[in-house]
């Protein structure tokens, strides 16, 4: 539940649930209140009526009208009056229906004897106004919860949108994407902060990160010209005349070693550099060109395992990214199809107007999609390769945002690039 | 007297000219003439390595370890070629190259640099660097490349490499032995010319495979195909009459043995 609709629907029952009680203690306060007042008169007039009986004729007895109507009783024929205030309906001719009254009841001597006196006040009209008092108010209260919470929602939702704009942003966030992570000024304190806090932790993080990224390239960097000694010495010790076969072979596979080394260190260089976009220059380019010198270059390997090259392509087809990149990605999944082909196996080069397929025969392999880009995932522990070809694939695609698939089909395993 | 005189200045001139003769054809016969080479390089271990390297092929090699010397240094004194690393403590190589242009000196230039990026190779290239290596480089690599410089501006290219029996013509991309044209592939081509621009070396198989295919094959693979090639040559040149000069060397590479 939305944090809003949570308020709201909070709010909402708990003002309803006090003017439930409210509107119910009014009415009673309101009625009380009349009461009180009609009381008041009842007394009055009660007094005005024992001062009439007493400095009076008999003439005066009995003024009667609809509002102020009077009962005489002898107190003998009554055998319990009700002394005090209260409530009464009394069927009234004219109207044809009951009308609420409130009666006092009291006792006074007369000529002498006792009587038992009635008066009554009509609560017609005031029951009808505090209907239509409680009726008013209610409706007012009601407006006014209503325009409340319209407001509290409208100014909430105004003060959450940069909240919500925030949980966006880090929901989007990527710290590869090189985009600057930026948030909206708020009007309230809390929230503020809040873009403050995350905006310093996204500053650290990314430093730490290009720091991070900074070291391995710096690192890599530097491995090369201590490679490069080693290399250099090892090469003029295999000049020397007095060594013996087996101290030549020691030394021919440190060489080989280090060699190894340093073209690892070239190739995660190159990652790192992918990473961090030090490819920036883009060109149209022609793949198939590309495609031509790369199966050129590596003829021998294609003659050798007598692999039957052929190749399907659309005339226009052009690709908008670094020719270096460019050049590296398809030499990658070439070599990797030559790699993985059977002796006289097929590859199958397919390049149409957003993708390029490249295909080759080879024994169904159980290297999971997923792993099958990772670094450093060989199928065998053979020292063929270094295993990061694919992943340099994937890198580069990553980078251009092209989508990169596997699927094995016919007995053929193929790699799409979509652009 | 007078005619006496003449005899012996038209007796010098044919003399000289002869001279001057036998040494064009000298040069050809002794495939180059060696060359004065300096090299730029921070790195002392590196460059003496370099230096030894290039020493033994005959070359006449001097090193400076910082921008300031190279500079006073080629300010100094003439040089066929200079091999220069782009970082150095106090300056950048690619300046040297751009002042060393200027001059308008037409030495052969080689970079060496840690850095592999295609921005640095193109830059390195285009201020008129011959060729461009990444270290760690073979120093046969470099060697072949130094040769190569040699042939451009000692011969024009128009140079012919005759050792024993063999002769090469690199330009022609042509091999005859004992005056017989042989037939080579591109590859088997390149490879005689490597071996012979490191005669008497020994070539370790990764060498031989970067020079050949460069970054395009992974070495395990590239390996097989060496020794098909150099298979293949061998017979070639054994067929024709020519020793047997390409020896291998178990479990290291191979050597092109004249001695």
């Known amino acids: 539940m939305k944090l809003l609709t949570k308020t709201s629907l909070n709010y909402l029952s708990v003002t309803l649930f006090v003017f439930l009680f409210a509107t119910i203690a009014f009415y009673y306060l309101l009625r009380h209140q009349v009461n009180q007042n009609i009381n008041i008169e009842l007394e009055k007039r009660k007094s005005n009526i024992v001062n009439q009986l007493l400095s009076a004729h008999e003439s005066a007895a009995a003024p009667t009208n609809q509002n102020e109507k009077i009962l005489i009783t002898p107190l003998k024929e009554i055998k319990n009056p009700q002394l005090n205030f209260y409530d009464t309906i009394i069927y009234e001719h004219s109207y044809k229906k009951y009308i609420p009254f409130r009666q006092l009841g009291f006792v006074t001597q007369f000529n002498n004897a006792a009587y038992y006196i009635q008066i009554y006040k009509s609560l017609e009209e005031t029951d009808n106004l505090i209907i239509r008092i409680f009726l008013i108010m209610t409706f007012l209260v009601i407006l006014i919860i209503i325009v409340l919470l319209i407001t509290v929602r409208h100014t909430s939702l105004k003060a959450w949108s940069v909240f919500y704009d925030t949980i966006k942003k880090i929901n989007n966030y990527d710290i590869n994407s090189h985009n600057e992570f930026s948030l909206q000024q708020s009007e309230v304190k809390e929230f503020d902060d809040l873009n403050r806090v995350l905006k310093a932790m996204t500053a650290r993080i990314e430093r730490d990160y290009s720091n991070m990224k900074e070291y391995t390239e710096n690192a890599s960097h530097e491995l090369q010209t201590p490679l490069a000694i080693i290399n250099s010495k090892m090469e003029l010790l295999l000049q020397s005349q007095n060594l013996d076969e087996k101290q030549m072979k020691a030394v021919a596979d440190a060489y080989e070693a280090s060699n190894r080394l340093s073209k690892l260190n070239k190739t995660l260089l190159l990652l790192a550099k992918i990473e961090n976009r030090q490819f920036p220059e883009s060109k149209s380019i022609n793949p198939l060109l590309m495609i031509e010198k790369q199966l050129e270059s590596l003829e021998d390997l294609i003659d050798s395992k007598e692999i039957k090259v052929s190749k399907q392509f659309d005339e226009d087809v052009f690709i908008k990214m670094n020719p270096y990149l460019a050049e590296i990605l398809l030499a990658n999944l070439i070599k990797n199809a030559i790699r993985h082909n059977l002796k006289g196996g097929d590859l199958i080069i397919k390049a149409i107007k957003g993708e390029i397929c490249i295909s080759n025969s080879g024994p169904e392999h159980n290297i999971a999609k997923g792993l099958l880009f990772e670094r450093f995932h060989k199928q065998s522990s053979s020292q063929e390769s270094l295993g990061l070809g694919l992943s340099i694939v994937q890198k580069i695609c990553e980078l251009y945002n092209y989508k990169v698939d596997y699927n094995y089909e016919n007995k053929m395993h193929n790699f799409y690039i979509n652009f | ?259």
């Open chain 2, 1 to 259: 007297m007078n005619l006496v005189q003449i005899f012996i200045s038209f007796a010098i001139q044919v003399e000289i000219f002869f001279y001057f003769c036998y040494l064009i054809v000298s040069y050809n016969i002794f495939e180059f003439v060696y060359m004065k080479i300096l090299i730029i390089e921070d790195e002392k271990t590196l460059t003496d390595s370099v230096v030894e390297y290039l020493h033994e092929e005959g070359h006449v090699c001097e090193a400076v370890y910082n921008y300031t010397d190279a500079v006073e240094k080629i300010e100094l004194y003439e040089y066929d070629c200079i091999v220069v690393d782009i970082n150095l403590p106090d300056g950048s190589g690619l300046d040297i190259i751009r002042r060393v242009k200027k001059s308008a000196k037409s030495l052969g230039i080689i970079i060496i640099s840690a850095r592999n990026s295609l921005e640095n190779r193109i830059e390195g290239l285009e201020i008129g660097a011959d060729n461009y290596l990444t270290k760690p480089f073979h120093l046969a690599e470099l060697n072949a490349h130094l040769k190569s410089i040699n042939r451009r501006i000692n011969f024009d290219g128009n140079e012919q490499i005759v050792i024993n029996e063999i002769k090469l013509l690199p330009n022609n991309h042509t091999v005859f032995v004992n005056d017989k044209e042989l037939k080579l592939t591109r590859k088997e081509f390149e490879l005689l010319v490597f071996f012979i621009s490191n005669k008497n070396k020994v070539i370790t198989k990764s060498g031989l495979a970067e020079h050949l295919w460069g970054d395009y094959m992974d070495m395990a693979d590239s390996f097989d195909f060496i020794y098909t090639h150099i298979k293949n040559l061998r017979s070639k040149l054994l067929k024709e009459g020519c020793a047997d000069y390409i020896k291998t060397v178990y479990g290291v590479g191979y050597k092109f043995d004249l001695t």
